[in-house]
């Protein structure tokens, strides 16, 4: 199986956010691409806590973690979105 087609099932941050897009009130909007840390369900999640944290700011935080994912497959999903993200982590 591809990284591209894993994404919908493994990555249910990223899902959410290309059915909704970008909130209005986004300043910042940062995709956080990785592997199972990145994805949280192991282990504390990050994201959701920076999430948080940031919110009041403007920022908006995508959790596209996916669990035994690569470094080179991130970047290839969003392509296909209308609303670039500001800033991306790997």
Do not use: E
Not at 6 to 29: D, I, K, S, V
């Amino acid at each position: 199986m591809t990284a591209s087609r894993q994404h919908p099932a493994a990555a249910p941050g990223l899902t959410a956010f290309l059915r909704a897009g970008r909130r209005p009130q986004t300043a910042q909007l940062v995709v956080c691409t990785g592997d199972s840390i990145t994805r949280g369900r192991s282990s504390a999640n990050w994201v959701d806590i920076l999430q948080c944290r940031l919110a009041p700011q403007g920022y908006q935080l995508v959790n596209a973690g996916i669990d035994g994912g690569l470094a080179w497959n991130m970047l290839k999903p969003f392509s296909c979105t209308n609303a670039p993200p500001s800033n991306r982590t790997l």
